[in-house]
């Protein structure tokens, strides 16, 4: 034990007594609970509290304005998937989904389809009206062309233009023969040449023929040339005609064939007019373009084509109907949730397929997005998987302010260049989107984005906690009841759901809260349910929830036991026995991957004469936060108001966190901190047994800090591994005692009065603790009793001050750096 270096006697201070065990963890009484297991309770699987955020959801789903989609905010785990997937199914089913949309052939310009929009359920009775439609079309055209009455009627338009072609030519024929002329077919066309004796007249002889009987021949076959290129010039018009009664033959076949199967079709669909003008611009193309259905049989054209059933399904393709959302009647209305919100996926694609080295597209290769498919009802995203999409954030709001889904290549959104593709006709859009997200990323969202806030008007904010009281415990445990269930867990027994919600109170740093993170608790009923198989139980038993708890710490404590074992050692220099001037020992909090745990640290003071600098030695290296150098210069404030009044600060001091090596931040020190300052000071040694916890203000009232009970369960391993002797123990704020849900170890050991917890709401309490030293009150003339730790700490200040006039130093303060 370190001496006090003065020789004025201290008044012994007043006993304080630590707190009792029943204020170290507002446990649940299991026996409150009303039932043995939860196999007793209902299904209900509600969530607990939540009152304003389930208010807002409904009111969003409830009211039918454009711009009112929700955004539901709180951290991840507090169950707003299920909950907003509860209160949407609730409003979806009390509501009908009333449209099928498809996309058909748009027989005006193939390149922008047509967007059909049908009654629910309608639409695939039409698309499996349209396929079969489409194969007894196949059947009854291909029979119809491939008849004998169809073949009869074609040879008939044949042979009377192969009769009048041959009229005109024998008529040609018999003028010739009148002047000793044959007409003559040859490979390069029709010809004439000169008779003679009934044959044709050999070059030769022709010219040894009188000049006057060769001129009359050339003369009349020049004659018969010109009546020939007559005839010849008639031959397109008879074509013509030939192929108008051919075009006409087949209209009639094909009308014959199809047109009693396109109205009966109608006659399904007569109450819908789209549908009919549907058909009926079928019906027209087909007989249209009947030539497609024919092309490739061999006879057409005089050439062999692809094989004839090929073609015509190929050309009966566009007759199809591409339905890409379908809903059952009378079903409620949509309610989806995409989990992979890329740009695709949620406005929808056009598909392609490679034929002969080329990408080929049709009406039928359009595929529905996620806003298809929630059209008229609620479709959930998870906001920060939007964001992080290419382009998905901007075309969902361009779709919300456009009311309608346009299914355009990512490329084209961009504005970058394309190939040529389908351009479908826009979807009008009537939907609700539900975001989910931390509040970070609303309020980015709100601050950054001006669209944002008109396109999301309502918030549903999730807390993170929720008041604990019997009607919230009765609340978590209907709701461990159903998660047992959901997850096909064993039941709990009410001690296990009573240590379930003390872990939740813990989860919480509250006492008198709950936390709402539903994701753990759900863990934690995993983790219970397999210690309970473990141990052969059909009946998870607290004793399995503890096991769960201490398997999780053991799990993720390797970095806590590492520097446990450090100071074990003393390669960490942290005392739990002695009393020392100048040194206390502080307690800090760490979070590493998920695990929190509390570390001792050795904090000094020294105090010499100087000119009212008070050192933050970590700030000095930059090793110090903001908030920590924050709480060292309220020191300075603290000294001045308690000890200079009419005395300006004389000292030096300096601060600092022991072997400490990295960033130091948080002012939970502060009080810490001052108490060394002050033993400093007074020369009053610290017990080390002691360890303390708490920011302080000015007026030296001990502030709440966070982190309570790790700090306080990490002085305690290490006093416990070193033996416990009953008076080790922990200095809290007052305002913490409400925040304390310590582990059992730590409970069972104040209850055995080997560990004492004590809580300070002010810094003249704690230093009568930490030094047994009364702290002292002034009197009405500002004087503190002899021997008290303020008395001691104001005359060392005066001392300072006197010898700064011998010294002859400025009589003034500076301010504290």
Known sequence: MTEPH?????????????????????????????????????????????QRAVEAIRFALGIDRSGYNLFAVGPRGTGKYRLVSR?????????????????????DDERRPNALSLPAGKGAELESAMEQLVRDMLAALSSAFSGEDYRNALQSIQEQVERRQSAALDELRARAREKNVTLLNTPMGFGFAPLEDGKVMEPERFNQLPEDERRRIEHDIEELQEALRTAMQKMPSLLQEVRKKIQELNEETAEFAIGGLIRTVQGRFDALEEVKAYLDQVHADLKQNIELFLKGQSGQDGKEGPPPQLVREQFLRRYRVNLIVEQAADAPAPVVYEDEPTYERL???????????TLLTDFSMIRAGALHRANGGTLIL??????????????????????????????????????????PEPIPLKVKIVLLG??????????????????????????????????????????????????????????????LIDDMSRAEEDSERLSANVEHLTDLMREADYMAGQAGRDVVARADVEEAID???????????????EMLRQTILVDTAGAVVGQINGLSVFSIGGAMFGKPSRITARAWLGRGDLIDIERA???GGPLHSKGV???????????????????SASLVFEQSYGGVDGDSASSAELYALLSALAEVPIFQHFAVTGSVNQRGQVQAIGGVNEKVEGFFDLCAERGLNGRQGVLIPTANVKHLMLHRRVTDAVAEGKFQIHAVSAIDQGIEILTGVAAGIPDAEGRFPPGTVNALVADRLHRFADARRRFGLPLRAEAAS
């Open 6 to 50: 003065h020789d004025t006697p201290t008044v012994p201070a007043p006993e304080h007594l630590p707190l009792p065990e029943s204020a170290l963890c507002g446990c649940c009484d299991a026996a409150a609970l009303g039932f043995e297991t939860t196999a007793e309770l209902s299904e209900e699987d509600g969530i607990v509290g939540q």
């Open 87 to 107: 209160l949407v199914g609730e409003a979806a089913r009390a509501r009908r989904a009333d449209r099928d949309w498809a996309y058909v052939y748009n027989f």
């Open 347 to 357: 406005m929808g694609r056009i598909e392609h397929r490679a034929e002969m080295g």
């Open 382 to 423: 998870d906001a920060r998987k939007v964001l992080m999409q290419p382009q998905a954030w901007e075309a969902l709001k361009r779709t919300l302010r456009a009311g309608e889904v346009r299914i355009e290549p990512v490329f084209s959104a961009m504005g970058l260049p394309t190939t040529v593709t389908l351009e």
């Open 438 to 499: 931390e509040s970070d990323i609303y309020y980015l969202l709100h601050g950054l984005d001006p669209e944002f806030s008109s396109l999301f008007k309502v918030m549903a904010d999730f807390d993170e906690r929720v008041v604990r009281s019997d009607d919230t415990i009765r609340q978590m445990a209907r709701m461990v009841a159903a998660r047992a269930r959901g997850d096909g867990l064993k039941p709990f027994d009410r001690d296990a759901v009573a240590r």
């Open 551 to 565: 398997a999780r710490r053991r799990r993720v404590g390797r970095i806590a036991q590492r520097m446990q074992a």
């Open 621 to 623: 290296v930059a090793l």
């Open 633 to 651: 210069l309220i020191l300075a404030g603290y000294l001045g108001e308690q000890y200079s009044q009419d005395t300006p600060l004389s000292l």
